[in-house]
């Protein structure tokens, strides 16, 4: 699933990635990060997705030293502090080292992603309007905030959200103008989340 050459196409030098790996993995019982899929580890076959999408990869993590051992080409460690407050407080610390006008956040734990999905929505963000804050897939429960991209203007606005108390992607993105992202394909989105996601994989 890696594809090194994709880091030539024109989007690359334009866009980077977050990828989150934090969290409690109540659900799961131990490190969902560390869970491996077709022999890889979750956090490294995500991560790998990420650099051929995009020119810098940012891991953000309570723990960077736990995942040291893994194959991580082109990916920087942002270790998040104070622990524990939640994928939205991540993700902030992570777009503040952004420098691209657009970044692609990903959870950890979608084993399923898809190089071309991502690349072939990176293509769009160029068609986004300017009031946008996000391009993200949208199903009947709300926004997909895990697997698309937001622009670098909402930083402002996040962490006054934050700093409201807001600990919520869907609270937030409620009150924000976001593009909508088709998915060809929703299995893409799987998230592994409990020992029965992982056993069907
Ligand atoms: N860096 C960071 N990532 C987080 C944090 N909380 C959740 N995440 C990440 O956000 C993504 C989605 O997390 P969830 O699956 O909703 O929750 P979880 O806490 O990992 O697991 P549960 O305890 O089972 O809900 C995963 O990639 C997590 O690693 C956090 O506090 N910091
Ligand atoms: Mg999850």
Not at 35 to 62: F, M, N, W
Request: aromatic residues 6%.
């Amino acid at each position: 699933m890696t594809n090194d050459s994709a880091l030539s196409t024109q989007h690359s030098a334009l866009l980077s990635a977050i990828v989150l790996a934090g969290g409690k993995s109540s659900r799961m019982g131990q490190d969902k990060a560390l869970l491996t899929v077709q022999g890889e580890p979750l956090l490294q076959r995500v991560c790998h997705v990420a650099a051929a999408c995009a020119d810098s990869v940012y891991i953000v993590t309570p723990w960077p030293k736990r995942y040291q051992h893994l194959n991580l080409p082109r990916c920087q460690f942002i270790q998040e502090a104070p622990l524990n407050q939640g994928a939205l407080v991540g993700f902030a610390q992570g777009l503040a080292q952004v420098q691209t006008d657009w970044v692609l956040l990903l959870a950890c734990d979608l084993p399923k992603l898809q190089v071309e999905v991502l690349q072939g929505w990176a293509v769009e963000l160029d068609n986004v309007s300017e009031d946008a804050i996000a391009a993200l897939a949208h199903h009947t429960k709300g926004w997909e905030p895990l697997c698309g991209f937001y622009h670098r203007r909402c930083l402002p606005q996040l962490l006054d959200f934050i700093n409201q108390g807001g600990r919520s992607f869907q609270q937030w993105l409620q009150q924000h103008s976001v593009q909508v992202l088709a998915v060809p394909d929703t299995n893409m989105l799987l998230n592994c989340n409990t020992p029965e996601d992982w056993a069907s994989l």
